[in-house]
């Protein structure tokens, strides 16, 4: 990450990502099929996309495949803390500290998960208005 001064952020910046960032990078997903768009564009994609994992997926799904894409639920306290400190208390946010632990001193990331789309739950294999 850069900092608004076009530095590498530091350990000294206690600035963290938003969770479920991997769709938080996208304000727009528009899905076609051999030209064809078959969404409509929505400019609220990463609300959607936040709501729709917050309401589909459990814990168990979070300690595992949804941590790909930087989902973590949030635990404890949410004020603000130094994520950096020795002695952070339990009642910290564990998913802030961790998010700020991956991208601390402009870290590079890999993020993997799949779009969030309604066409993505229908259960046809064969959409009208598509040439195979």
């Not at 899905?31 to 309401?55: C, D, F, P």
């Not at 802030?96 to 993505?120: M, P, T």
């Amino acid at each position: 990450m850069i900092s608004a001064s076009g530095k590498d952020v530091d350990f000294s910046d206690h600035t963290g990502v938003t969770n479920n960032f991997l769709r938080s990078l996208f304000s727009q997903c528009n899905v076609t099929l051999n030209g064809v768009n078959i969404t409509q564009a929505s400019e609220h994609y990463q609300y959607l996309s936040y709501l729709e994992t917050l309401m589909t997926y459990g814990p168990d799904s979070a300690a595992t495949h949804l941590s790909n894409a930087y989902w973590y639920l949030d635990t404890g306290d949410m004020q603000p803390v130094d994520p950096s400190a020795e002695n952070v208390t339990a009642m910290t946010n564990k998913a802030f500290i961790l998010l700020w632990n991956k991208i601390c001193a402009s870290r590079e990331v890999q993020l993997f998960g799949r779009f969030h789309s309604d066409i993505y739950n229908v259960p046809f294999y064969l959409l009208p208005g598509v040439r195979l």
